[in-house]
């Protein structure tokens, strides 16, 4: 593994690179202290509050429309958990800032025998392997070896293909 990246050093490797940026999220649940309102709220029945979300809707827009590209994988897990639900319904928002996002069920991550460890992978040149505990995002762990880097541009490879767009999970 390379460096440890929190921090400022987290938030400059998901807006610095060059190309591209790719999310494997495999996690049913995410606990992220300033996600708990606004799940709550969704939760309960109400509108939840997207104001977390902003900062983050801004970059992506910044970066996409400078030519550089956003995606992701979800893995959706069968019943959809709480956080799935919520996670599904801010989704549109991410996909209308120029996000390019695709849904994997879980039978099929694991029919695919692909990890269920969360990373980034920068421009095909670095991965960011992610680590969480009960409070939410800990760390990640920079990869930057070609052997290992290579073995995360496989498993992106086959998750995209196999993924359904967003927009096409959505209206099923």
């Known amino acids: 593994m390379g460096d440890r990246l929190t921090g400022d050093d987290w938030a400059k490797a998901l807006h610095s ?11 049913g649940t995410y606990r992220e202290p300033y996600e708990q309102e606004p799940l709550r709220q969704f939760l309960t029945g ?7 979300l902003q900062g983050w809707l801004d970059d992506v827009r ?14 959706l897990t069968d019943p959809l958990t709480d956080y799935l639900r919520f996670e599904l319904s ?7 800032a120029g996000e390019d996002i695709r849904v994997l069920p879980a039978a099929r991550q694991r029919a695919l025998a692909v990890p269920d460890t969360d990373f980034w992978l920068f421009d095909d040149e670095w991965a960011a392997v992610m680590h969480f505990g009960d409070a939410g995002f800990l760390y990640a762990d920079a ?29 099923t």
């Open 62 to 75: 910044r970066a996409t429309d400078a030519g550089r590209r956003y995606s992701r994988v979800r893995v």
């Open 90 to 96: 801010l989704t549109p928002l991410n996909a209308a």
């Open 143 to 171: 990869v930057t070896e070609p052997a290992r880097v290579a073995e995360f541009l496989e498993i992106r490879e086959l998750v995209w293909q196999d993924a359904v767009p967003f927009e096409e999970y959505a209206v």
């Open 46 to 52: 109400a509108d939840p509050d997207t104001a977390f």
């Open 17 to 27: 690179f060059q190309t591209s940026a790719f999310r494997w999220e495999a996690q």
